[in-house]
């Protein structure tokens, strides 16, 4: 059997599972909250996948609703978002 050295992956908390991939891949990635040197800190951010064209970036698009005062309604509103996405994720657009 041949010998391979240990892959580095660590629990990132907050009730995330670590992916299969990043046990067993072999992609390196300094960003990578699993097997890189990032810690995951401040609110965690949900959106829908817009583009995947870039390499390990993502967009991402986050709706939200704007309270207008003068008319005591709310208007949609999103804002686009670049965000860094670990190869050991494959998202799809939508």
């Known amino acids: 059997s041949s010998k391979r050295s240990m892959r580095y992956w660590r629990n990132v908390g907050l009730s995330f599972a670590t992916p299969k991939e990043a ?51 709310f208007e949609k509103r999103h804002s686009n978002m670049a965000v860094h996405c670990s190869p050991c994720f494959e998202p799809k657009e939508g």
């Open 23 to 73: 046990k067993e891949g072999n992609y390196v990635d300094k960003k990578c909250p699993f097997t890189g040197n990032v810690s995951i800190r401040g609110k965690i951010l949900k959106g829908m996948v817009i583009s995947t064209k870039m390499k390990r970036t993502i967009i991402i698009r986050r709706n939200y609703l704007h309270y207008i005062k003068k008319f005591n309604r």
